[in-house]
Nanobody
């Protein structure tokens, strides 16, 4: 059974930091590109960052220099370190696993940036 379980969300003040984790099971983690998406109320889900099987990364323009995605294949876990958070980063953050023919999603974790 495939599972992606996110953790680490919460309420943080502007300028603060959070580290999201996504623990994966039920598939061969090292062969999947992993990503973090987010969805704010009334908007479409958008890709924030992705890390490929060779550990190359891609970041959405608005988070460059602030967010860092990483993976630990031994722990089957992907992380999103979020620094200098802004109110516009407020959203539900979803973990995603993708290879050439399969895509899996986590249930999401809420991140709220507010004073």
């Amino acid at each position: 059974q495939v599972q992606l379980v996110e953790s680490g969300g919460g309420l943080v003040q502007p300028g603060g930091s959070l580290r999201l984790s996504c623990a994966a099971s039920g598939f061969t983690f090292s062969t999947y590109a992993m990503g973090w998406y987010r969805q704010a109320p009334g908007t479409q889900r958008e890709l924030v960052a992705r890390i490929f099987t060779n550990s190359d990364t891609w970041n959405e323009e608005s988070v460059k220099g602030r967010f860092t995605i990483s993976r630990d294949n031994a722990k089957h876990t992907v992380y999103l370190q979020m620094n200098t958070l802004k109110p516009e980063d407020t959203a539900v953050y979803f973990c995603n696993a993708q290879n050439f023919d399969r895509t899996y999603w986590g249930q999401g974790t809420q991140v709220t940036v507010s004073s």
